[in-house]
């Protein structure tokens, strides 16, 4: 599974704006940790790790960032800059998150509960798995 953006539904009228994500229909994983980012400082780098399992969708509610993600292969840079854009993250894709907007709020919704095992925070020990995932 590829790295994604998902345009998530969005209800506008004269009182505002509400978009939402469901499980199984926008989110395809059962959600077992949500956890948000916020006060980051613009020049702070969130993220710069991997997981071997994990699953994860972010969401900026408010303001923007850039999300760099590398597949061991060929990176990218993402502008998330809505709260109806999520990114589809899956396992094996190194994420580095910067240059937050004032006032931003970053969610994301996670497939497991925290576990430190299912990191991966060495650039070498990534490449080395994406490698052995790709053997057949």
């Known amino acids: 599974m590829e790295v994604s953006l998902v345009t998530l539904p969005e209800v506008r009228d004269h009182r505002g704006s509400l978009s939402f994500a469901e499980v199984q229909t926008h989110i395809p994983f059962s959600v ?22 994990l699953f994860q969708m ?33 396992p094996l894709h190194w994420l580095e998150l910067r240059q937050f907007t004032s006032s931003s709020v970053c969610v994301v919704f996670g497939s497991d509960r925290y576990d430190e095992s299912d990191y991966i925070r060495d650039r070498g020990a990534f490449i080395d798995a994406v490698r ?5």
Do not use: T
């Open 32 to 53: 077992h940790r949500i956890f948000w980012l916020y006060d980051v400082e613009q020049s702070a780098m969130r993220g710069g790790h991997a997981h071997k399992a």
């Open 58 to 90: 972010l969401i900026m509610m408010q303001g923007s960032c850039i999300v760099d993600v590398e597949d061991g292969v060929a990176p990218k840079s993402i502008v998330l800059d809505r709260p109806n854009l999520a990114l589809l993250v899956p």
């Open 132 to 136: 052995a995932a790709r053997r057949p």
